[in-house]
Nanobody, 115 residues
Framework: QVQLVESGGGLVQAGGSLRLSCSASGMIFSINVMGWYRQAPGLQRELVAGISSVGSTNYADSVKGRFTISRDNAKNTVSLQMNSLKPEDTAVYYC?????????WGQGTQVTVSS
């Protein structure tokens, strides 16, 4: 079983920055993909950014150039540095860990960007 715990959400003004962190514990296979998703009210959950165990990254077009994902394999953590935040970035952000057999989700952390 794998547990994911997110931290770092909060309220920030437009143009500001936040850093989200996610710590994974439990039986974690070395080959996996970690990522951040978000879900705004009334909308589907969407991928924000992902990073493989070897460091390959991908980003949603809406966050390219503003958000940076990183991970520390030794500590089983993944982080999301969010800069130049916009009101449309407001959502609950979820950490996800994907292995060949299972997907695991964190409980989510609220990010609110005021205009």
């Amino acid at each position: 079983q794998v547990q994911l715990v997110e931290s770092g959400g909060g309220l920030v003004q437009a143009g500001g920055s936040l850093r989200l962190s996610c710590s994974a514990s439990g039986m974690i296979f070395s080959i996996n993909v970690m990522g951040w998703y978000r879900q705004a009210p009334g909308l589907q959950r969407e991928l924000v950014a992902g990073i493989s165990s070897v460091g390959s990254t991908n980003y949603a077009d809406s966050v390219k150039g503003r958000f940076t994902i990183s991970r520390d394999n030794a500590k089983n953590t993944v982080s999301l540095q969010m800069n130049s935040l916009k009101p449309e970035d407001t959502a609950v952000y979820y950490c996800k860990l994907s292995t060949r057999k299972m997907d695991y989700w964190g409980q989510g952390t609220q990010v609110t960007v005021s205009s």
